[in-house]
């Protein structure tokens, strides 16, 4: 075993942190901490790695003095629970979005600074196998220069916000497209691996469920090199039970695309598919803790900054400006204001 003191924040998704940790020789001592006693007390059956279950953030950081947290809350709670544990001196690795807003994000960015401890956007998105395998087919040429790339959230959210109504909350602060679309935004960026130099959407809040904001988003993101980035998210979308198509996702270059998660080049007589997971969210987050903790042991750079998750923020916070603009273009703001 190594010497790492963690502490796992939040039990929803962060349960595959609990599983990510538990399963490492790295760490000495885990704990966890969540406001729902009796999902403590599930995990700890589960997880006899776990050595303490908290209900309270500031109890576990007076306790345990942690070495590395991950902060696996509601995206509203994001600023005071990551900047309180870089005021107790550890490392912090966070889910995405980096925050609901700007003035947050910049907050979080500050104190990370402040603090000179490692610090970690899990967009966990860019660890899943058919990502790794696209950034890498790209980065060889394969397909030649990107020309288009379009990435799709359409989501039926009615089984969620029910069993979890803070996501549909006016204090959440969450529009569809920064509570969600913000995976696909941050893919469009990680793929193409240019700066957006301007934004234009529309939005509508079409539809039965309830929701304060925004629930349906379309934006074209414009790239250095004028590389076209295109996002729809919506959480209107009424799924049939049984297997989805795939055509969430569709890439032109210039020696070939990709549909779905299938690949043709130029050359080749067919398709060819892409890597999959067999639970891609499982290995997404999993992807992001041994990253993590790979940087904090070995001191290496994180591969998800804040500087970088901000940059997917503000692509976001532009798109959905824009679309209150009716569609007048939005360049992203800076770090700086």
């Given at each position: 075993?190594g010497?790492?003191?963690?502490?796992?924040?939040?039990?929803?998704?962060?349960?595959?942190?609990?599983?990510?940790?538990?399963?490492?020789?790295?760490?000495?001592?885990?704990?966890?901490?969540?406001?729902?006693?009796?999902?403590?007390?599930?995990?700890?059956?589960?997880?006899?790695?776990?050595?303490?279950?908290?209900?309270d953030?500031?109890?576990?950081l007076?306790?345990?003095?942690?070495?590395?947290?991950?902060?696996v809350?509601?995206?509203?709670?994001?600023?005071?629970?990551t900047?309180?544990?870089?005021?107790?001196?550890?490392?912090?690795?966070?889910?995405?979005?980096?925050a609901?807003n700007?003035?947050?994000?910049r907050?979080?960015?500050?104190?990370?600074?402040?603090?000179?401890?490692?610090?970690?956007?899990?967009?966990?998105?860019?660890?899943?196998?058919?990502?790794?395998?696209?950034?890498?087919?790209?980065?060889?040429?394969?397909?030649?220069?990107?020309?288009?790339?379009r990435?799709d959230?359409?989501?039926?959210?009615?089984?969620?916000?029910?069993k979890?109504?803070?996501?549909?909350?006016?204090?959440?602060?969450?529009?569809?497209?920064?509570?969600?679309?913000?995976?696909?935004?941050?893919?469009?960026?990680f793929l193409?691996?240019?700066?957006v130099?301007?934004?234009t959407?529309?939005?509508?809040?079409?539809?039965?469920?309830?929701?304060?904001?925004?629930?349906?988003t379309?934006?074209?993101f414009?790239?250095?090199?004028?590389?076209?980035?295109q996002?729809?998210?919506?959480?209107?979308?009424?799924?049939p039970?049984?297997?989805?198509?795939?055509d969430?996702f569709?890439?032109?270059?210039?020696?070939?695309?990709?549909v779905?998660?299938?690949?043709?080049r130029?050359?080749?007589?067919?398709?060819?598919?892409?890597?999959?997971?067999a639970?891609?969210i499982?290995?997404?987050?999993?992807?992001?803790?041994?990253?993590?903790?790979?940087?904090?042991i070995?001191?290496?750079p994180?591969p998800?900054?804040?500087?970088?998750a901000?940059?997917?923020?503000?692509?976001?916070?532009?798109?959905?400006?824009?679309?209150?603009?009716?569609?007048?273009?939005?360049?992203?703001?800076?770090?700086?204001?």
């Amino acid at each position: 075993m190594g010497d790492l003191k963690v502490a796992v924040v939040g039990l929803g998704l962060g349960r595959l942190h609990v599983e990510a940790y538990a399963a490492t020789e790295t760490v000495d001592h885990l704990v966890v901490c969540d406001p729902d006693e009796s999902r403590i007390a599930q995990l700890r059956q589960e997880f006899p790695q776990i050595a303490e279950g908290y209900t309270d953030l500031e109890r576990l950081l007076q306790a345990e003095s942690p070495d590395v947290v991950s902060i696996v809350t509601p995206d509203h709670l994001h600023r005071a629970h990551t900047t309180q544990c870089f005021d107790a001196g550890c490392h912090v690795l966070q889910t995405k979005p980096l925050a609901t807003n700007l003035d947050d994000a910049r907050a979080i960015i500050q104190a990370a600074d402040a603090s000179g401890k490692k610090f970690m956007v899990a967009h966990e998105r860019r660890f899943r196998s058919h990502v790794r395998a696209i950034k890498e087919i790209l980065e060889g040429g394969d397909l030649g220069d990107v020309v288009h790339l379009r990435v799709d959230a359409i989501q039926d959210k009615r089984g969620q916000f029910t069993k979890s109504p803070w996501y549909a909350s006016a204090e959440a602060g969450r529009t569809a497209l920064v509570g969600s679309g913000i995976h696909e935004v941050d893919l469009l960026r990680f793929l193409i691996g240019k700066p957006v130099k301007s934004v234009t959407a529309f939005s509508n809040r079409l539809g039965s469920l309830s929701f304060p904001k925004d629930k349906t988003t379309s934006a074209l993101f414009q790239f250095e090199g004028d590389i076209i980035g295109q996002v729809t998210v919506t959480y209107e979308a009424h799924w049939p039970k049984g297997v989805r198509p795939d055509d969430h996702f569709r890439l032109v270059g210039t020696r070939g695309l990709i549909v779905g998660d299938q690949i043709g080049r130029d050359g080749l007589a067919g398709w060819e598919m892409l890597p999959s997971d067999a639970s891609g969210i499982a290995t997404g987050s999993h992807g992001c803790v041994h990253a993590f903790l790979d940087a904090v042991i070995n001191g290496t750079p994180v591969p998800i900054d804040g500087h970088d998750a901000f940059a997917s923020l503000a692509a976001c916070v532009a798109a959905d400006v824009s679309a209150r603009g009716n569609g007048q273009a939005v360049v992203p703001a800076s770090l700086d204001g």
